[in-house]
């Protein structure tokens, strides 16, 4: 049961990020929210790092793979992402900016290793910083009004490769803290797979959203205008 549940979120985990790769330079914007990216990348090359020192293992290949991965999303992020600001975060102001968040998320997961050790930090603050991405996937596509930079792939295997890892850490580990954070994981996901259904079978839902509202408000305000 193990190898398969280690085997099921590795196979998932890499079908996000070629798929976000992929739409990323397809759709020229990044795939992956900015602060789960950045913890990402900074939690998968540091426990590549740490476990290709301790000698060639199965786990830290993959890692190196992932964080490789990452790098090309990395890519994206700072070449295309610009354009998802407002106009007054000039370029320096958006790497900046973004240098200062890919910083803090490597502080991140050195202060867990050194609060919790190396094992116990690795899995929690990649459960932790998963939840956070399954809660800004959901804001990613609500604040781009729709699927652009997002597919329902990524979503689906973003579902599947943590599940696994919670059935396999949480359940069959035994963990409370693993198992209750993979659930609430679980349930973000599912709600964001349902939206972005959704999305595909109502494009023009988000863009028009606004439109009943704000045409009849006008309206009004016109006709106040009128009468007095």
């Known amino acids: 049961m193990d190898p398969f549940l280690t085997a099921i979120s590795g196979l998932a985990w890499t079908i996000v990020y070629i798929d976000a790769i992929r739409i990323g330079f397809r759709q020229k914007t990044y795939a992956i929210p900015m602060a789960a990216l950045g913890l990402n990348f900074a939690w998968e090359s540091t426990y590549a790092v740490h476990d290709l020192t301790a000698g060639v293992s199965a786990q830290g290949l993959v890692n190196l793979v992932w964080a490789l ?28 900016w973004g240098i200062l968040v890919f910083g803090a998320s490597y502080a991140v997961q050195w202060l867990f290793i050194a609060q919790f050790g190396v094992d116990h930090a690795a899995r929690y603050s990649a459960f932790l910083q998963n939840l956070l991405m399954s809660g800004l996937f959901i804001a990613m596509l609500v604040a781009r009004r729709g699927l652009r930079g997002q597919t329902l792939t990524i979503a689906i295997a973003k579902w599947l490769g943590t599940l696994a890892p919670t059935i396999l850490l949480g359940v069959l580990g035994n963990s409370p803290f693993i198992l209750g954070i993979g659930i609430m994981c679980s349930v973000f996901d599912l709600v964001y797979i349902g939206l972005a259904v959704w999305v595909k079978t109502h494009p023009d839902a988000l863009a028009a959203a606004d439109t009943p509202t704000l045409a009849p408000a006008a309206e009004t305000a016109a006709q106040r205008g009128v009468r007095a």
């Open 69 to 96: 991965a990452d790098l090309a999303i990395v890519y994206t992020f700072f070449a295309f992402g610009r354009a998802e600001f407002p106009r007054f975060v000039t370029r320096p102001m958006f790497t900046a």
